[in-house]
């Protein structure tokens, strides 16, 4: 009786890596307590693309950049408002900013 029969569907495959590559894989397997082919294998399926899209959309890549300079924008003109010598950090600042506002 062949391997094929005992195990149908299943057949060794090899891996070529460095062999720094192939210590670290074989730590990381180990360390998730899993041998190194089904780590391999469950890393292979959680990066497919069609599951898990990997890059952000163009519209998510303007929405992330569009909030980061208005965040920019904020910390500037705080920075500005912020007295030279008063020794307020910009979280601090904010919170007073918050307090004065009210709620």
Do not use: N
């Not at 057949?11 to 082919?37: F, G, H, N, Y």
């Not at 909030?67 to 007073?96: C, D, K, N, T």
């Amino acid at each position: 009786m062949t391997d094929e029969a005992v195990r149908p569907g299943r057949r060794q495959r090899s891996l070529s890596c460095k062999p720094a590559e192939q210590a670290m894989i074989r730590e990381r397997a180990a360390a998730a307590d899993k041998t190194v082919s089904r780590y391999v294998i469950e890393l292979a399926l959680a990066d497919d693309p069609d599951r898990h899209p990997l890059v952000l959309t163009e519209e998510e890549q303007v929405e992330l950049q569009d909030g980061v300079r208005e965040i920019q924008a904020f910390v500037r003109a705080l920075r500005r408002e912020l007295p030279g010598g008063s020794g307020l950090s910009l979280l601090s600042a904010i919170s007073v900013l918050a307090g004065e506002r009210g709620p």
